[in-house]
């Protein structure tokens, strides 16, 4: 198994550029979210997945846009790249197991955006 | 605002000492407690978690410590070693979906 795979692994963007960035994980798991990560704020939940063909906002949704026509694939589109986009974006997948919680991060997208 | 509060934000610890992060939250509706350790340049990966209705929960040198009355938990690593330098972020999962996380400790220890 892959796990979570994310591409690409570091982009440059000018402003007003649009981009999607890709995520894809084989273990057949029915979650799936983005975070951003940025220096003393943690991982903010963009947006989440609970299976294909349903997306739901997470605590920064502004400025991104989500889709998942399959289990395997949760591309996160920008829609018009700004300077605070600038960050590490992370895919996750995770499933749930006897009421326990297990979710696995891919290695990360990190975007300069100028 | 911030649903799930860490401190501190950095910790230095000598090796052999422990190392303590607690983590405090509000909303009554989060339901799984996980910590999730990261290393430079990588994404994270859960450590060791814990539900509710456990007061606390050890694996190895690791042991969360839950108070649910107070809405806060802890993360205790014992014996801290230079290869436990990281940033741990505590989380909490709200209804299998939504898994909101802390701003993160950056943990150093030094030989």
């Known amino acids: 198994n892959a796990g979570v795979t994310q591409t690409p692994k570091f982009q440059v963007l000018k402003t007003g550029q649009s981009m999607t960035l890709q995520c894809a994980q084989d273990?057949?798991?029915?979650?799936m979210s983005w975070y951003r990560q940025d220096p003393g704020m943690g991982l903010r939940l963009i947006h989440y997945?609970?299976?294909?063909?349903?997306?739901d906002q997470g605590e920064v949704p502004n400025g991104y846009n989500v889709s998942r026509s399959t289990t395997e694939d949760f591309p996160l589109r920008l829609l018009s790249a700004a300077p605070s986009q600038t960050s590490v974006y992370f895919c996750?997948?995770?499933?749930?197991?006897?009421?326990?919680?297990?979710?696995?991060f891919g290695p990360g997208t990190r975007l300069t955006v100028t | 605002q911030q649903q799930v509060k860490q401190s501190p934000q950095s910790l230095i610890v000598q090796k052999g000492g422990i190392s303590i992060i607690n983590c405090a939250y509000e909303?009554?509706?989060?339901?799984?407690f996980p910590w999730y350790q990261q290393f430079p340049g990588k994404g994270p990966a859960l450590l060791i978690a814990?539900?509710?209705?456990?007061s606390e929960k050890k694996e190895g040198r690791f042991t969360i410590s839950f108070n649910k009355s107070a809405k806060q938990f802890s993360l205790h690593i014992m014996d801290s070693q230079p290869g436990d330098s990281a940033t741990y972020f505590c989380?909490?999962?709200?209804?299998?979906?939504?898994?909101?996380f802390g701003t993160g400790t950056r943990l150093q220890v030094f030989p």
């Open positions: 814990i539900r509710p209705d456990v």
């Open positions: 989380a909490a999962w709200k209804n299998t979906d939504k898994l909101i």
């Open positions: 273990m057949n798991h029915e979650y």
């Open positions: 996750a997948s995770s499933y749930e197991t006897g009421g326990y919680y297990e979710q696995y």
């Open positions: 909303n009554t509706a989060f339901d799984y």
């Open positions: 997945s609970v299976g294909a063909g349903i997306t």
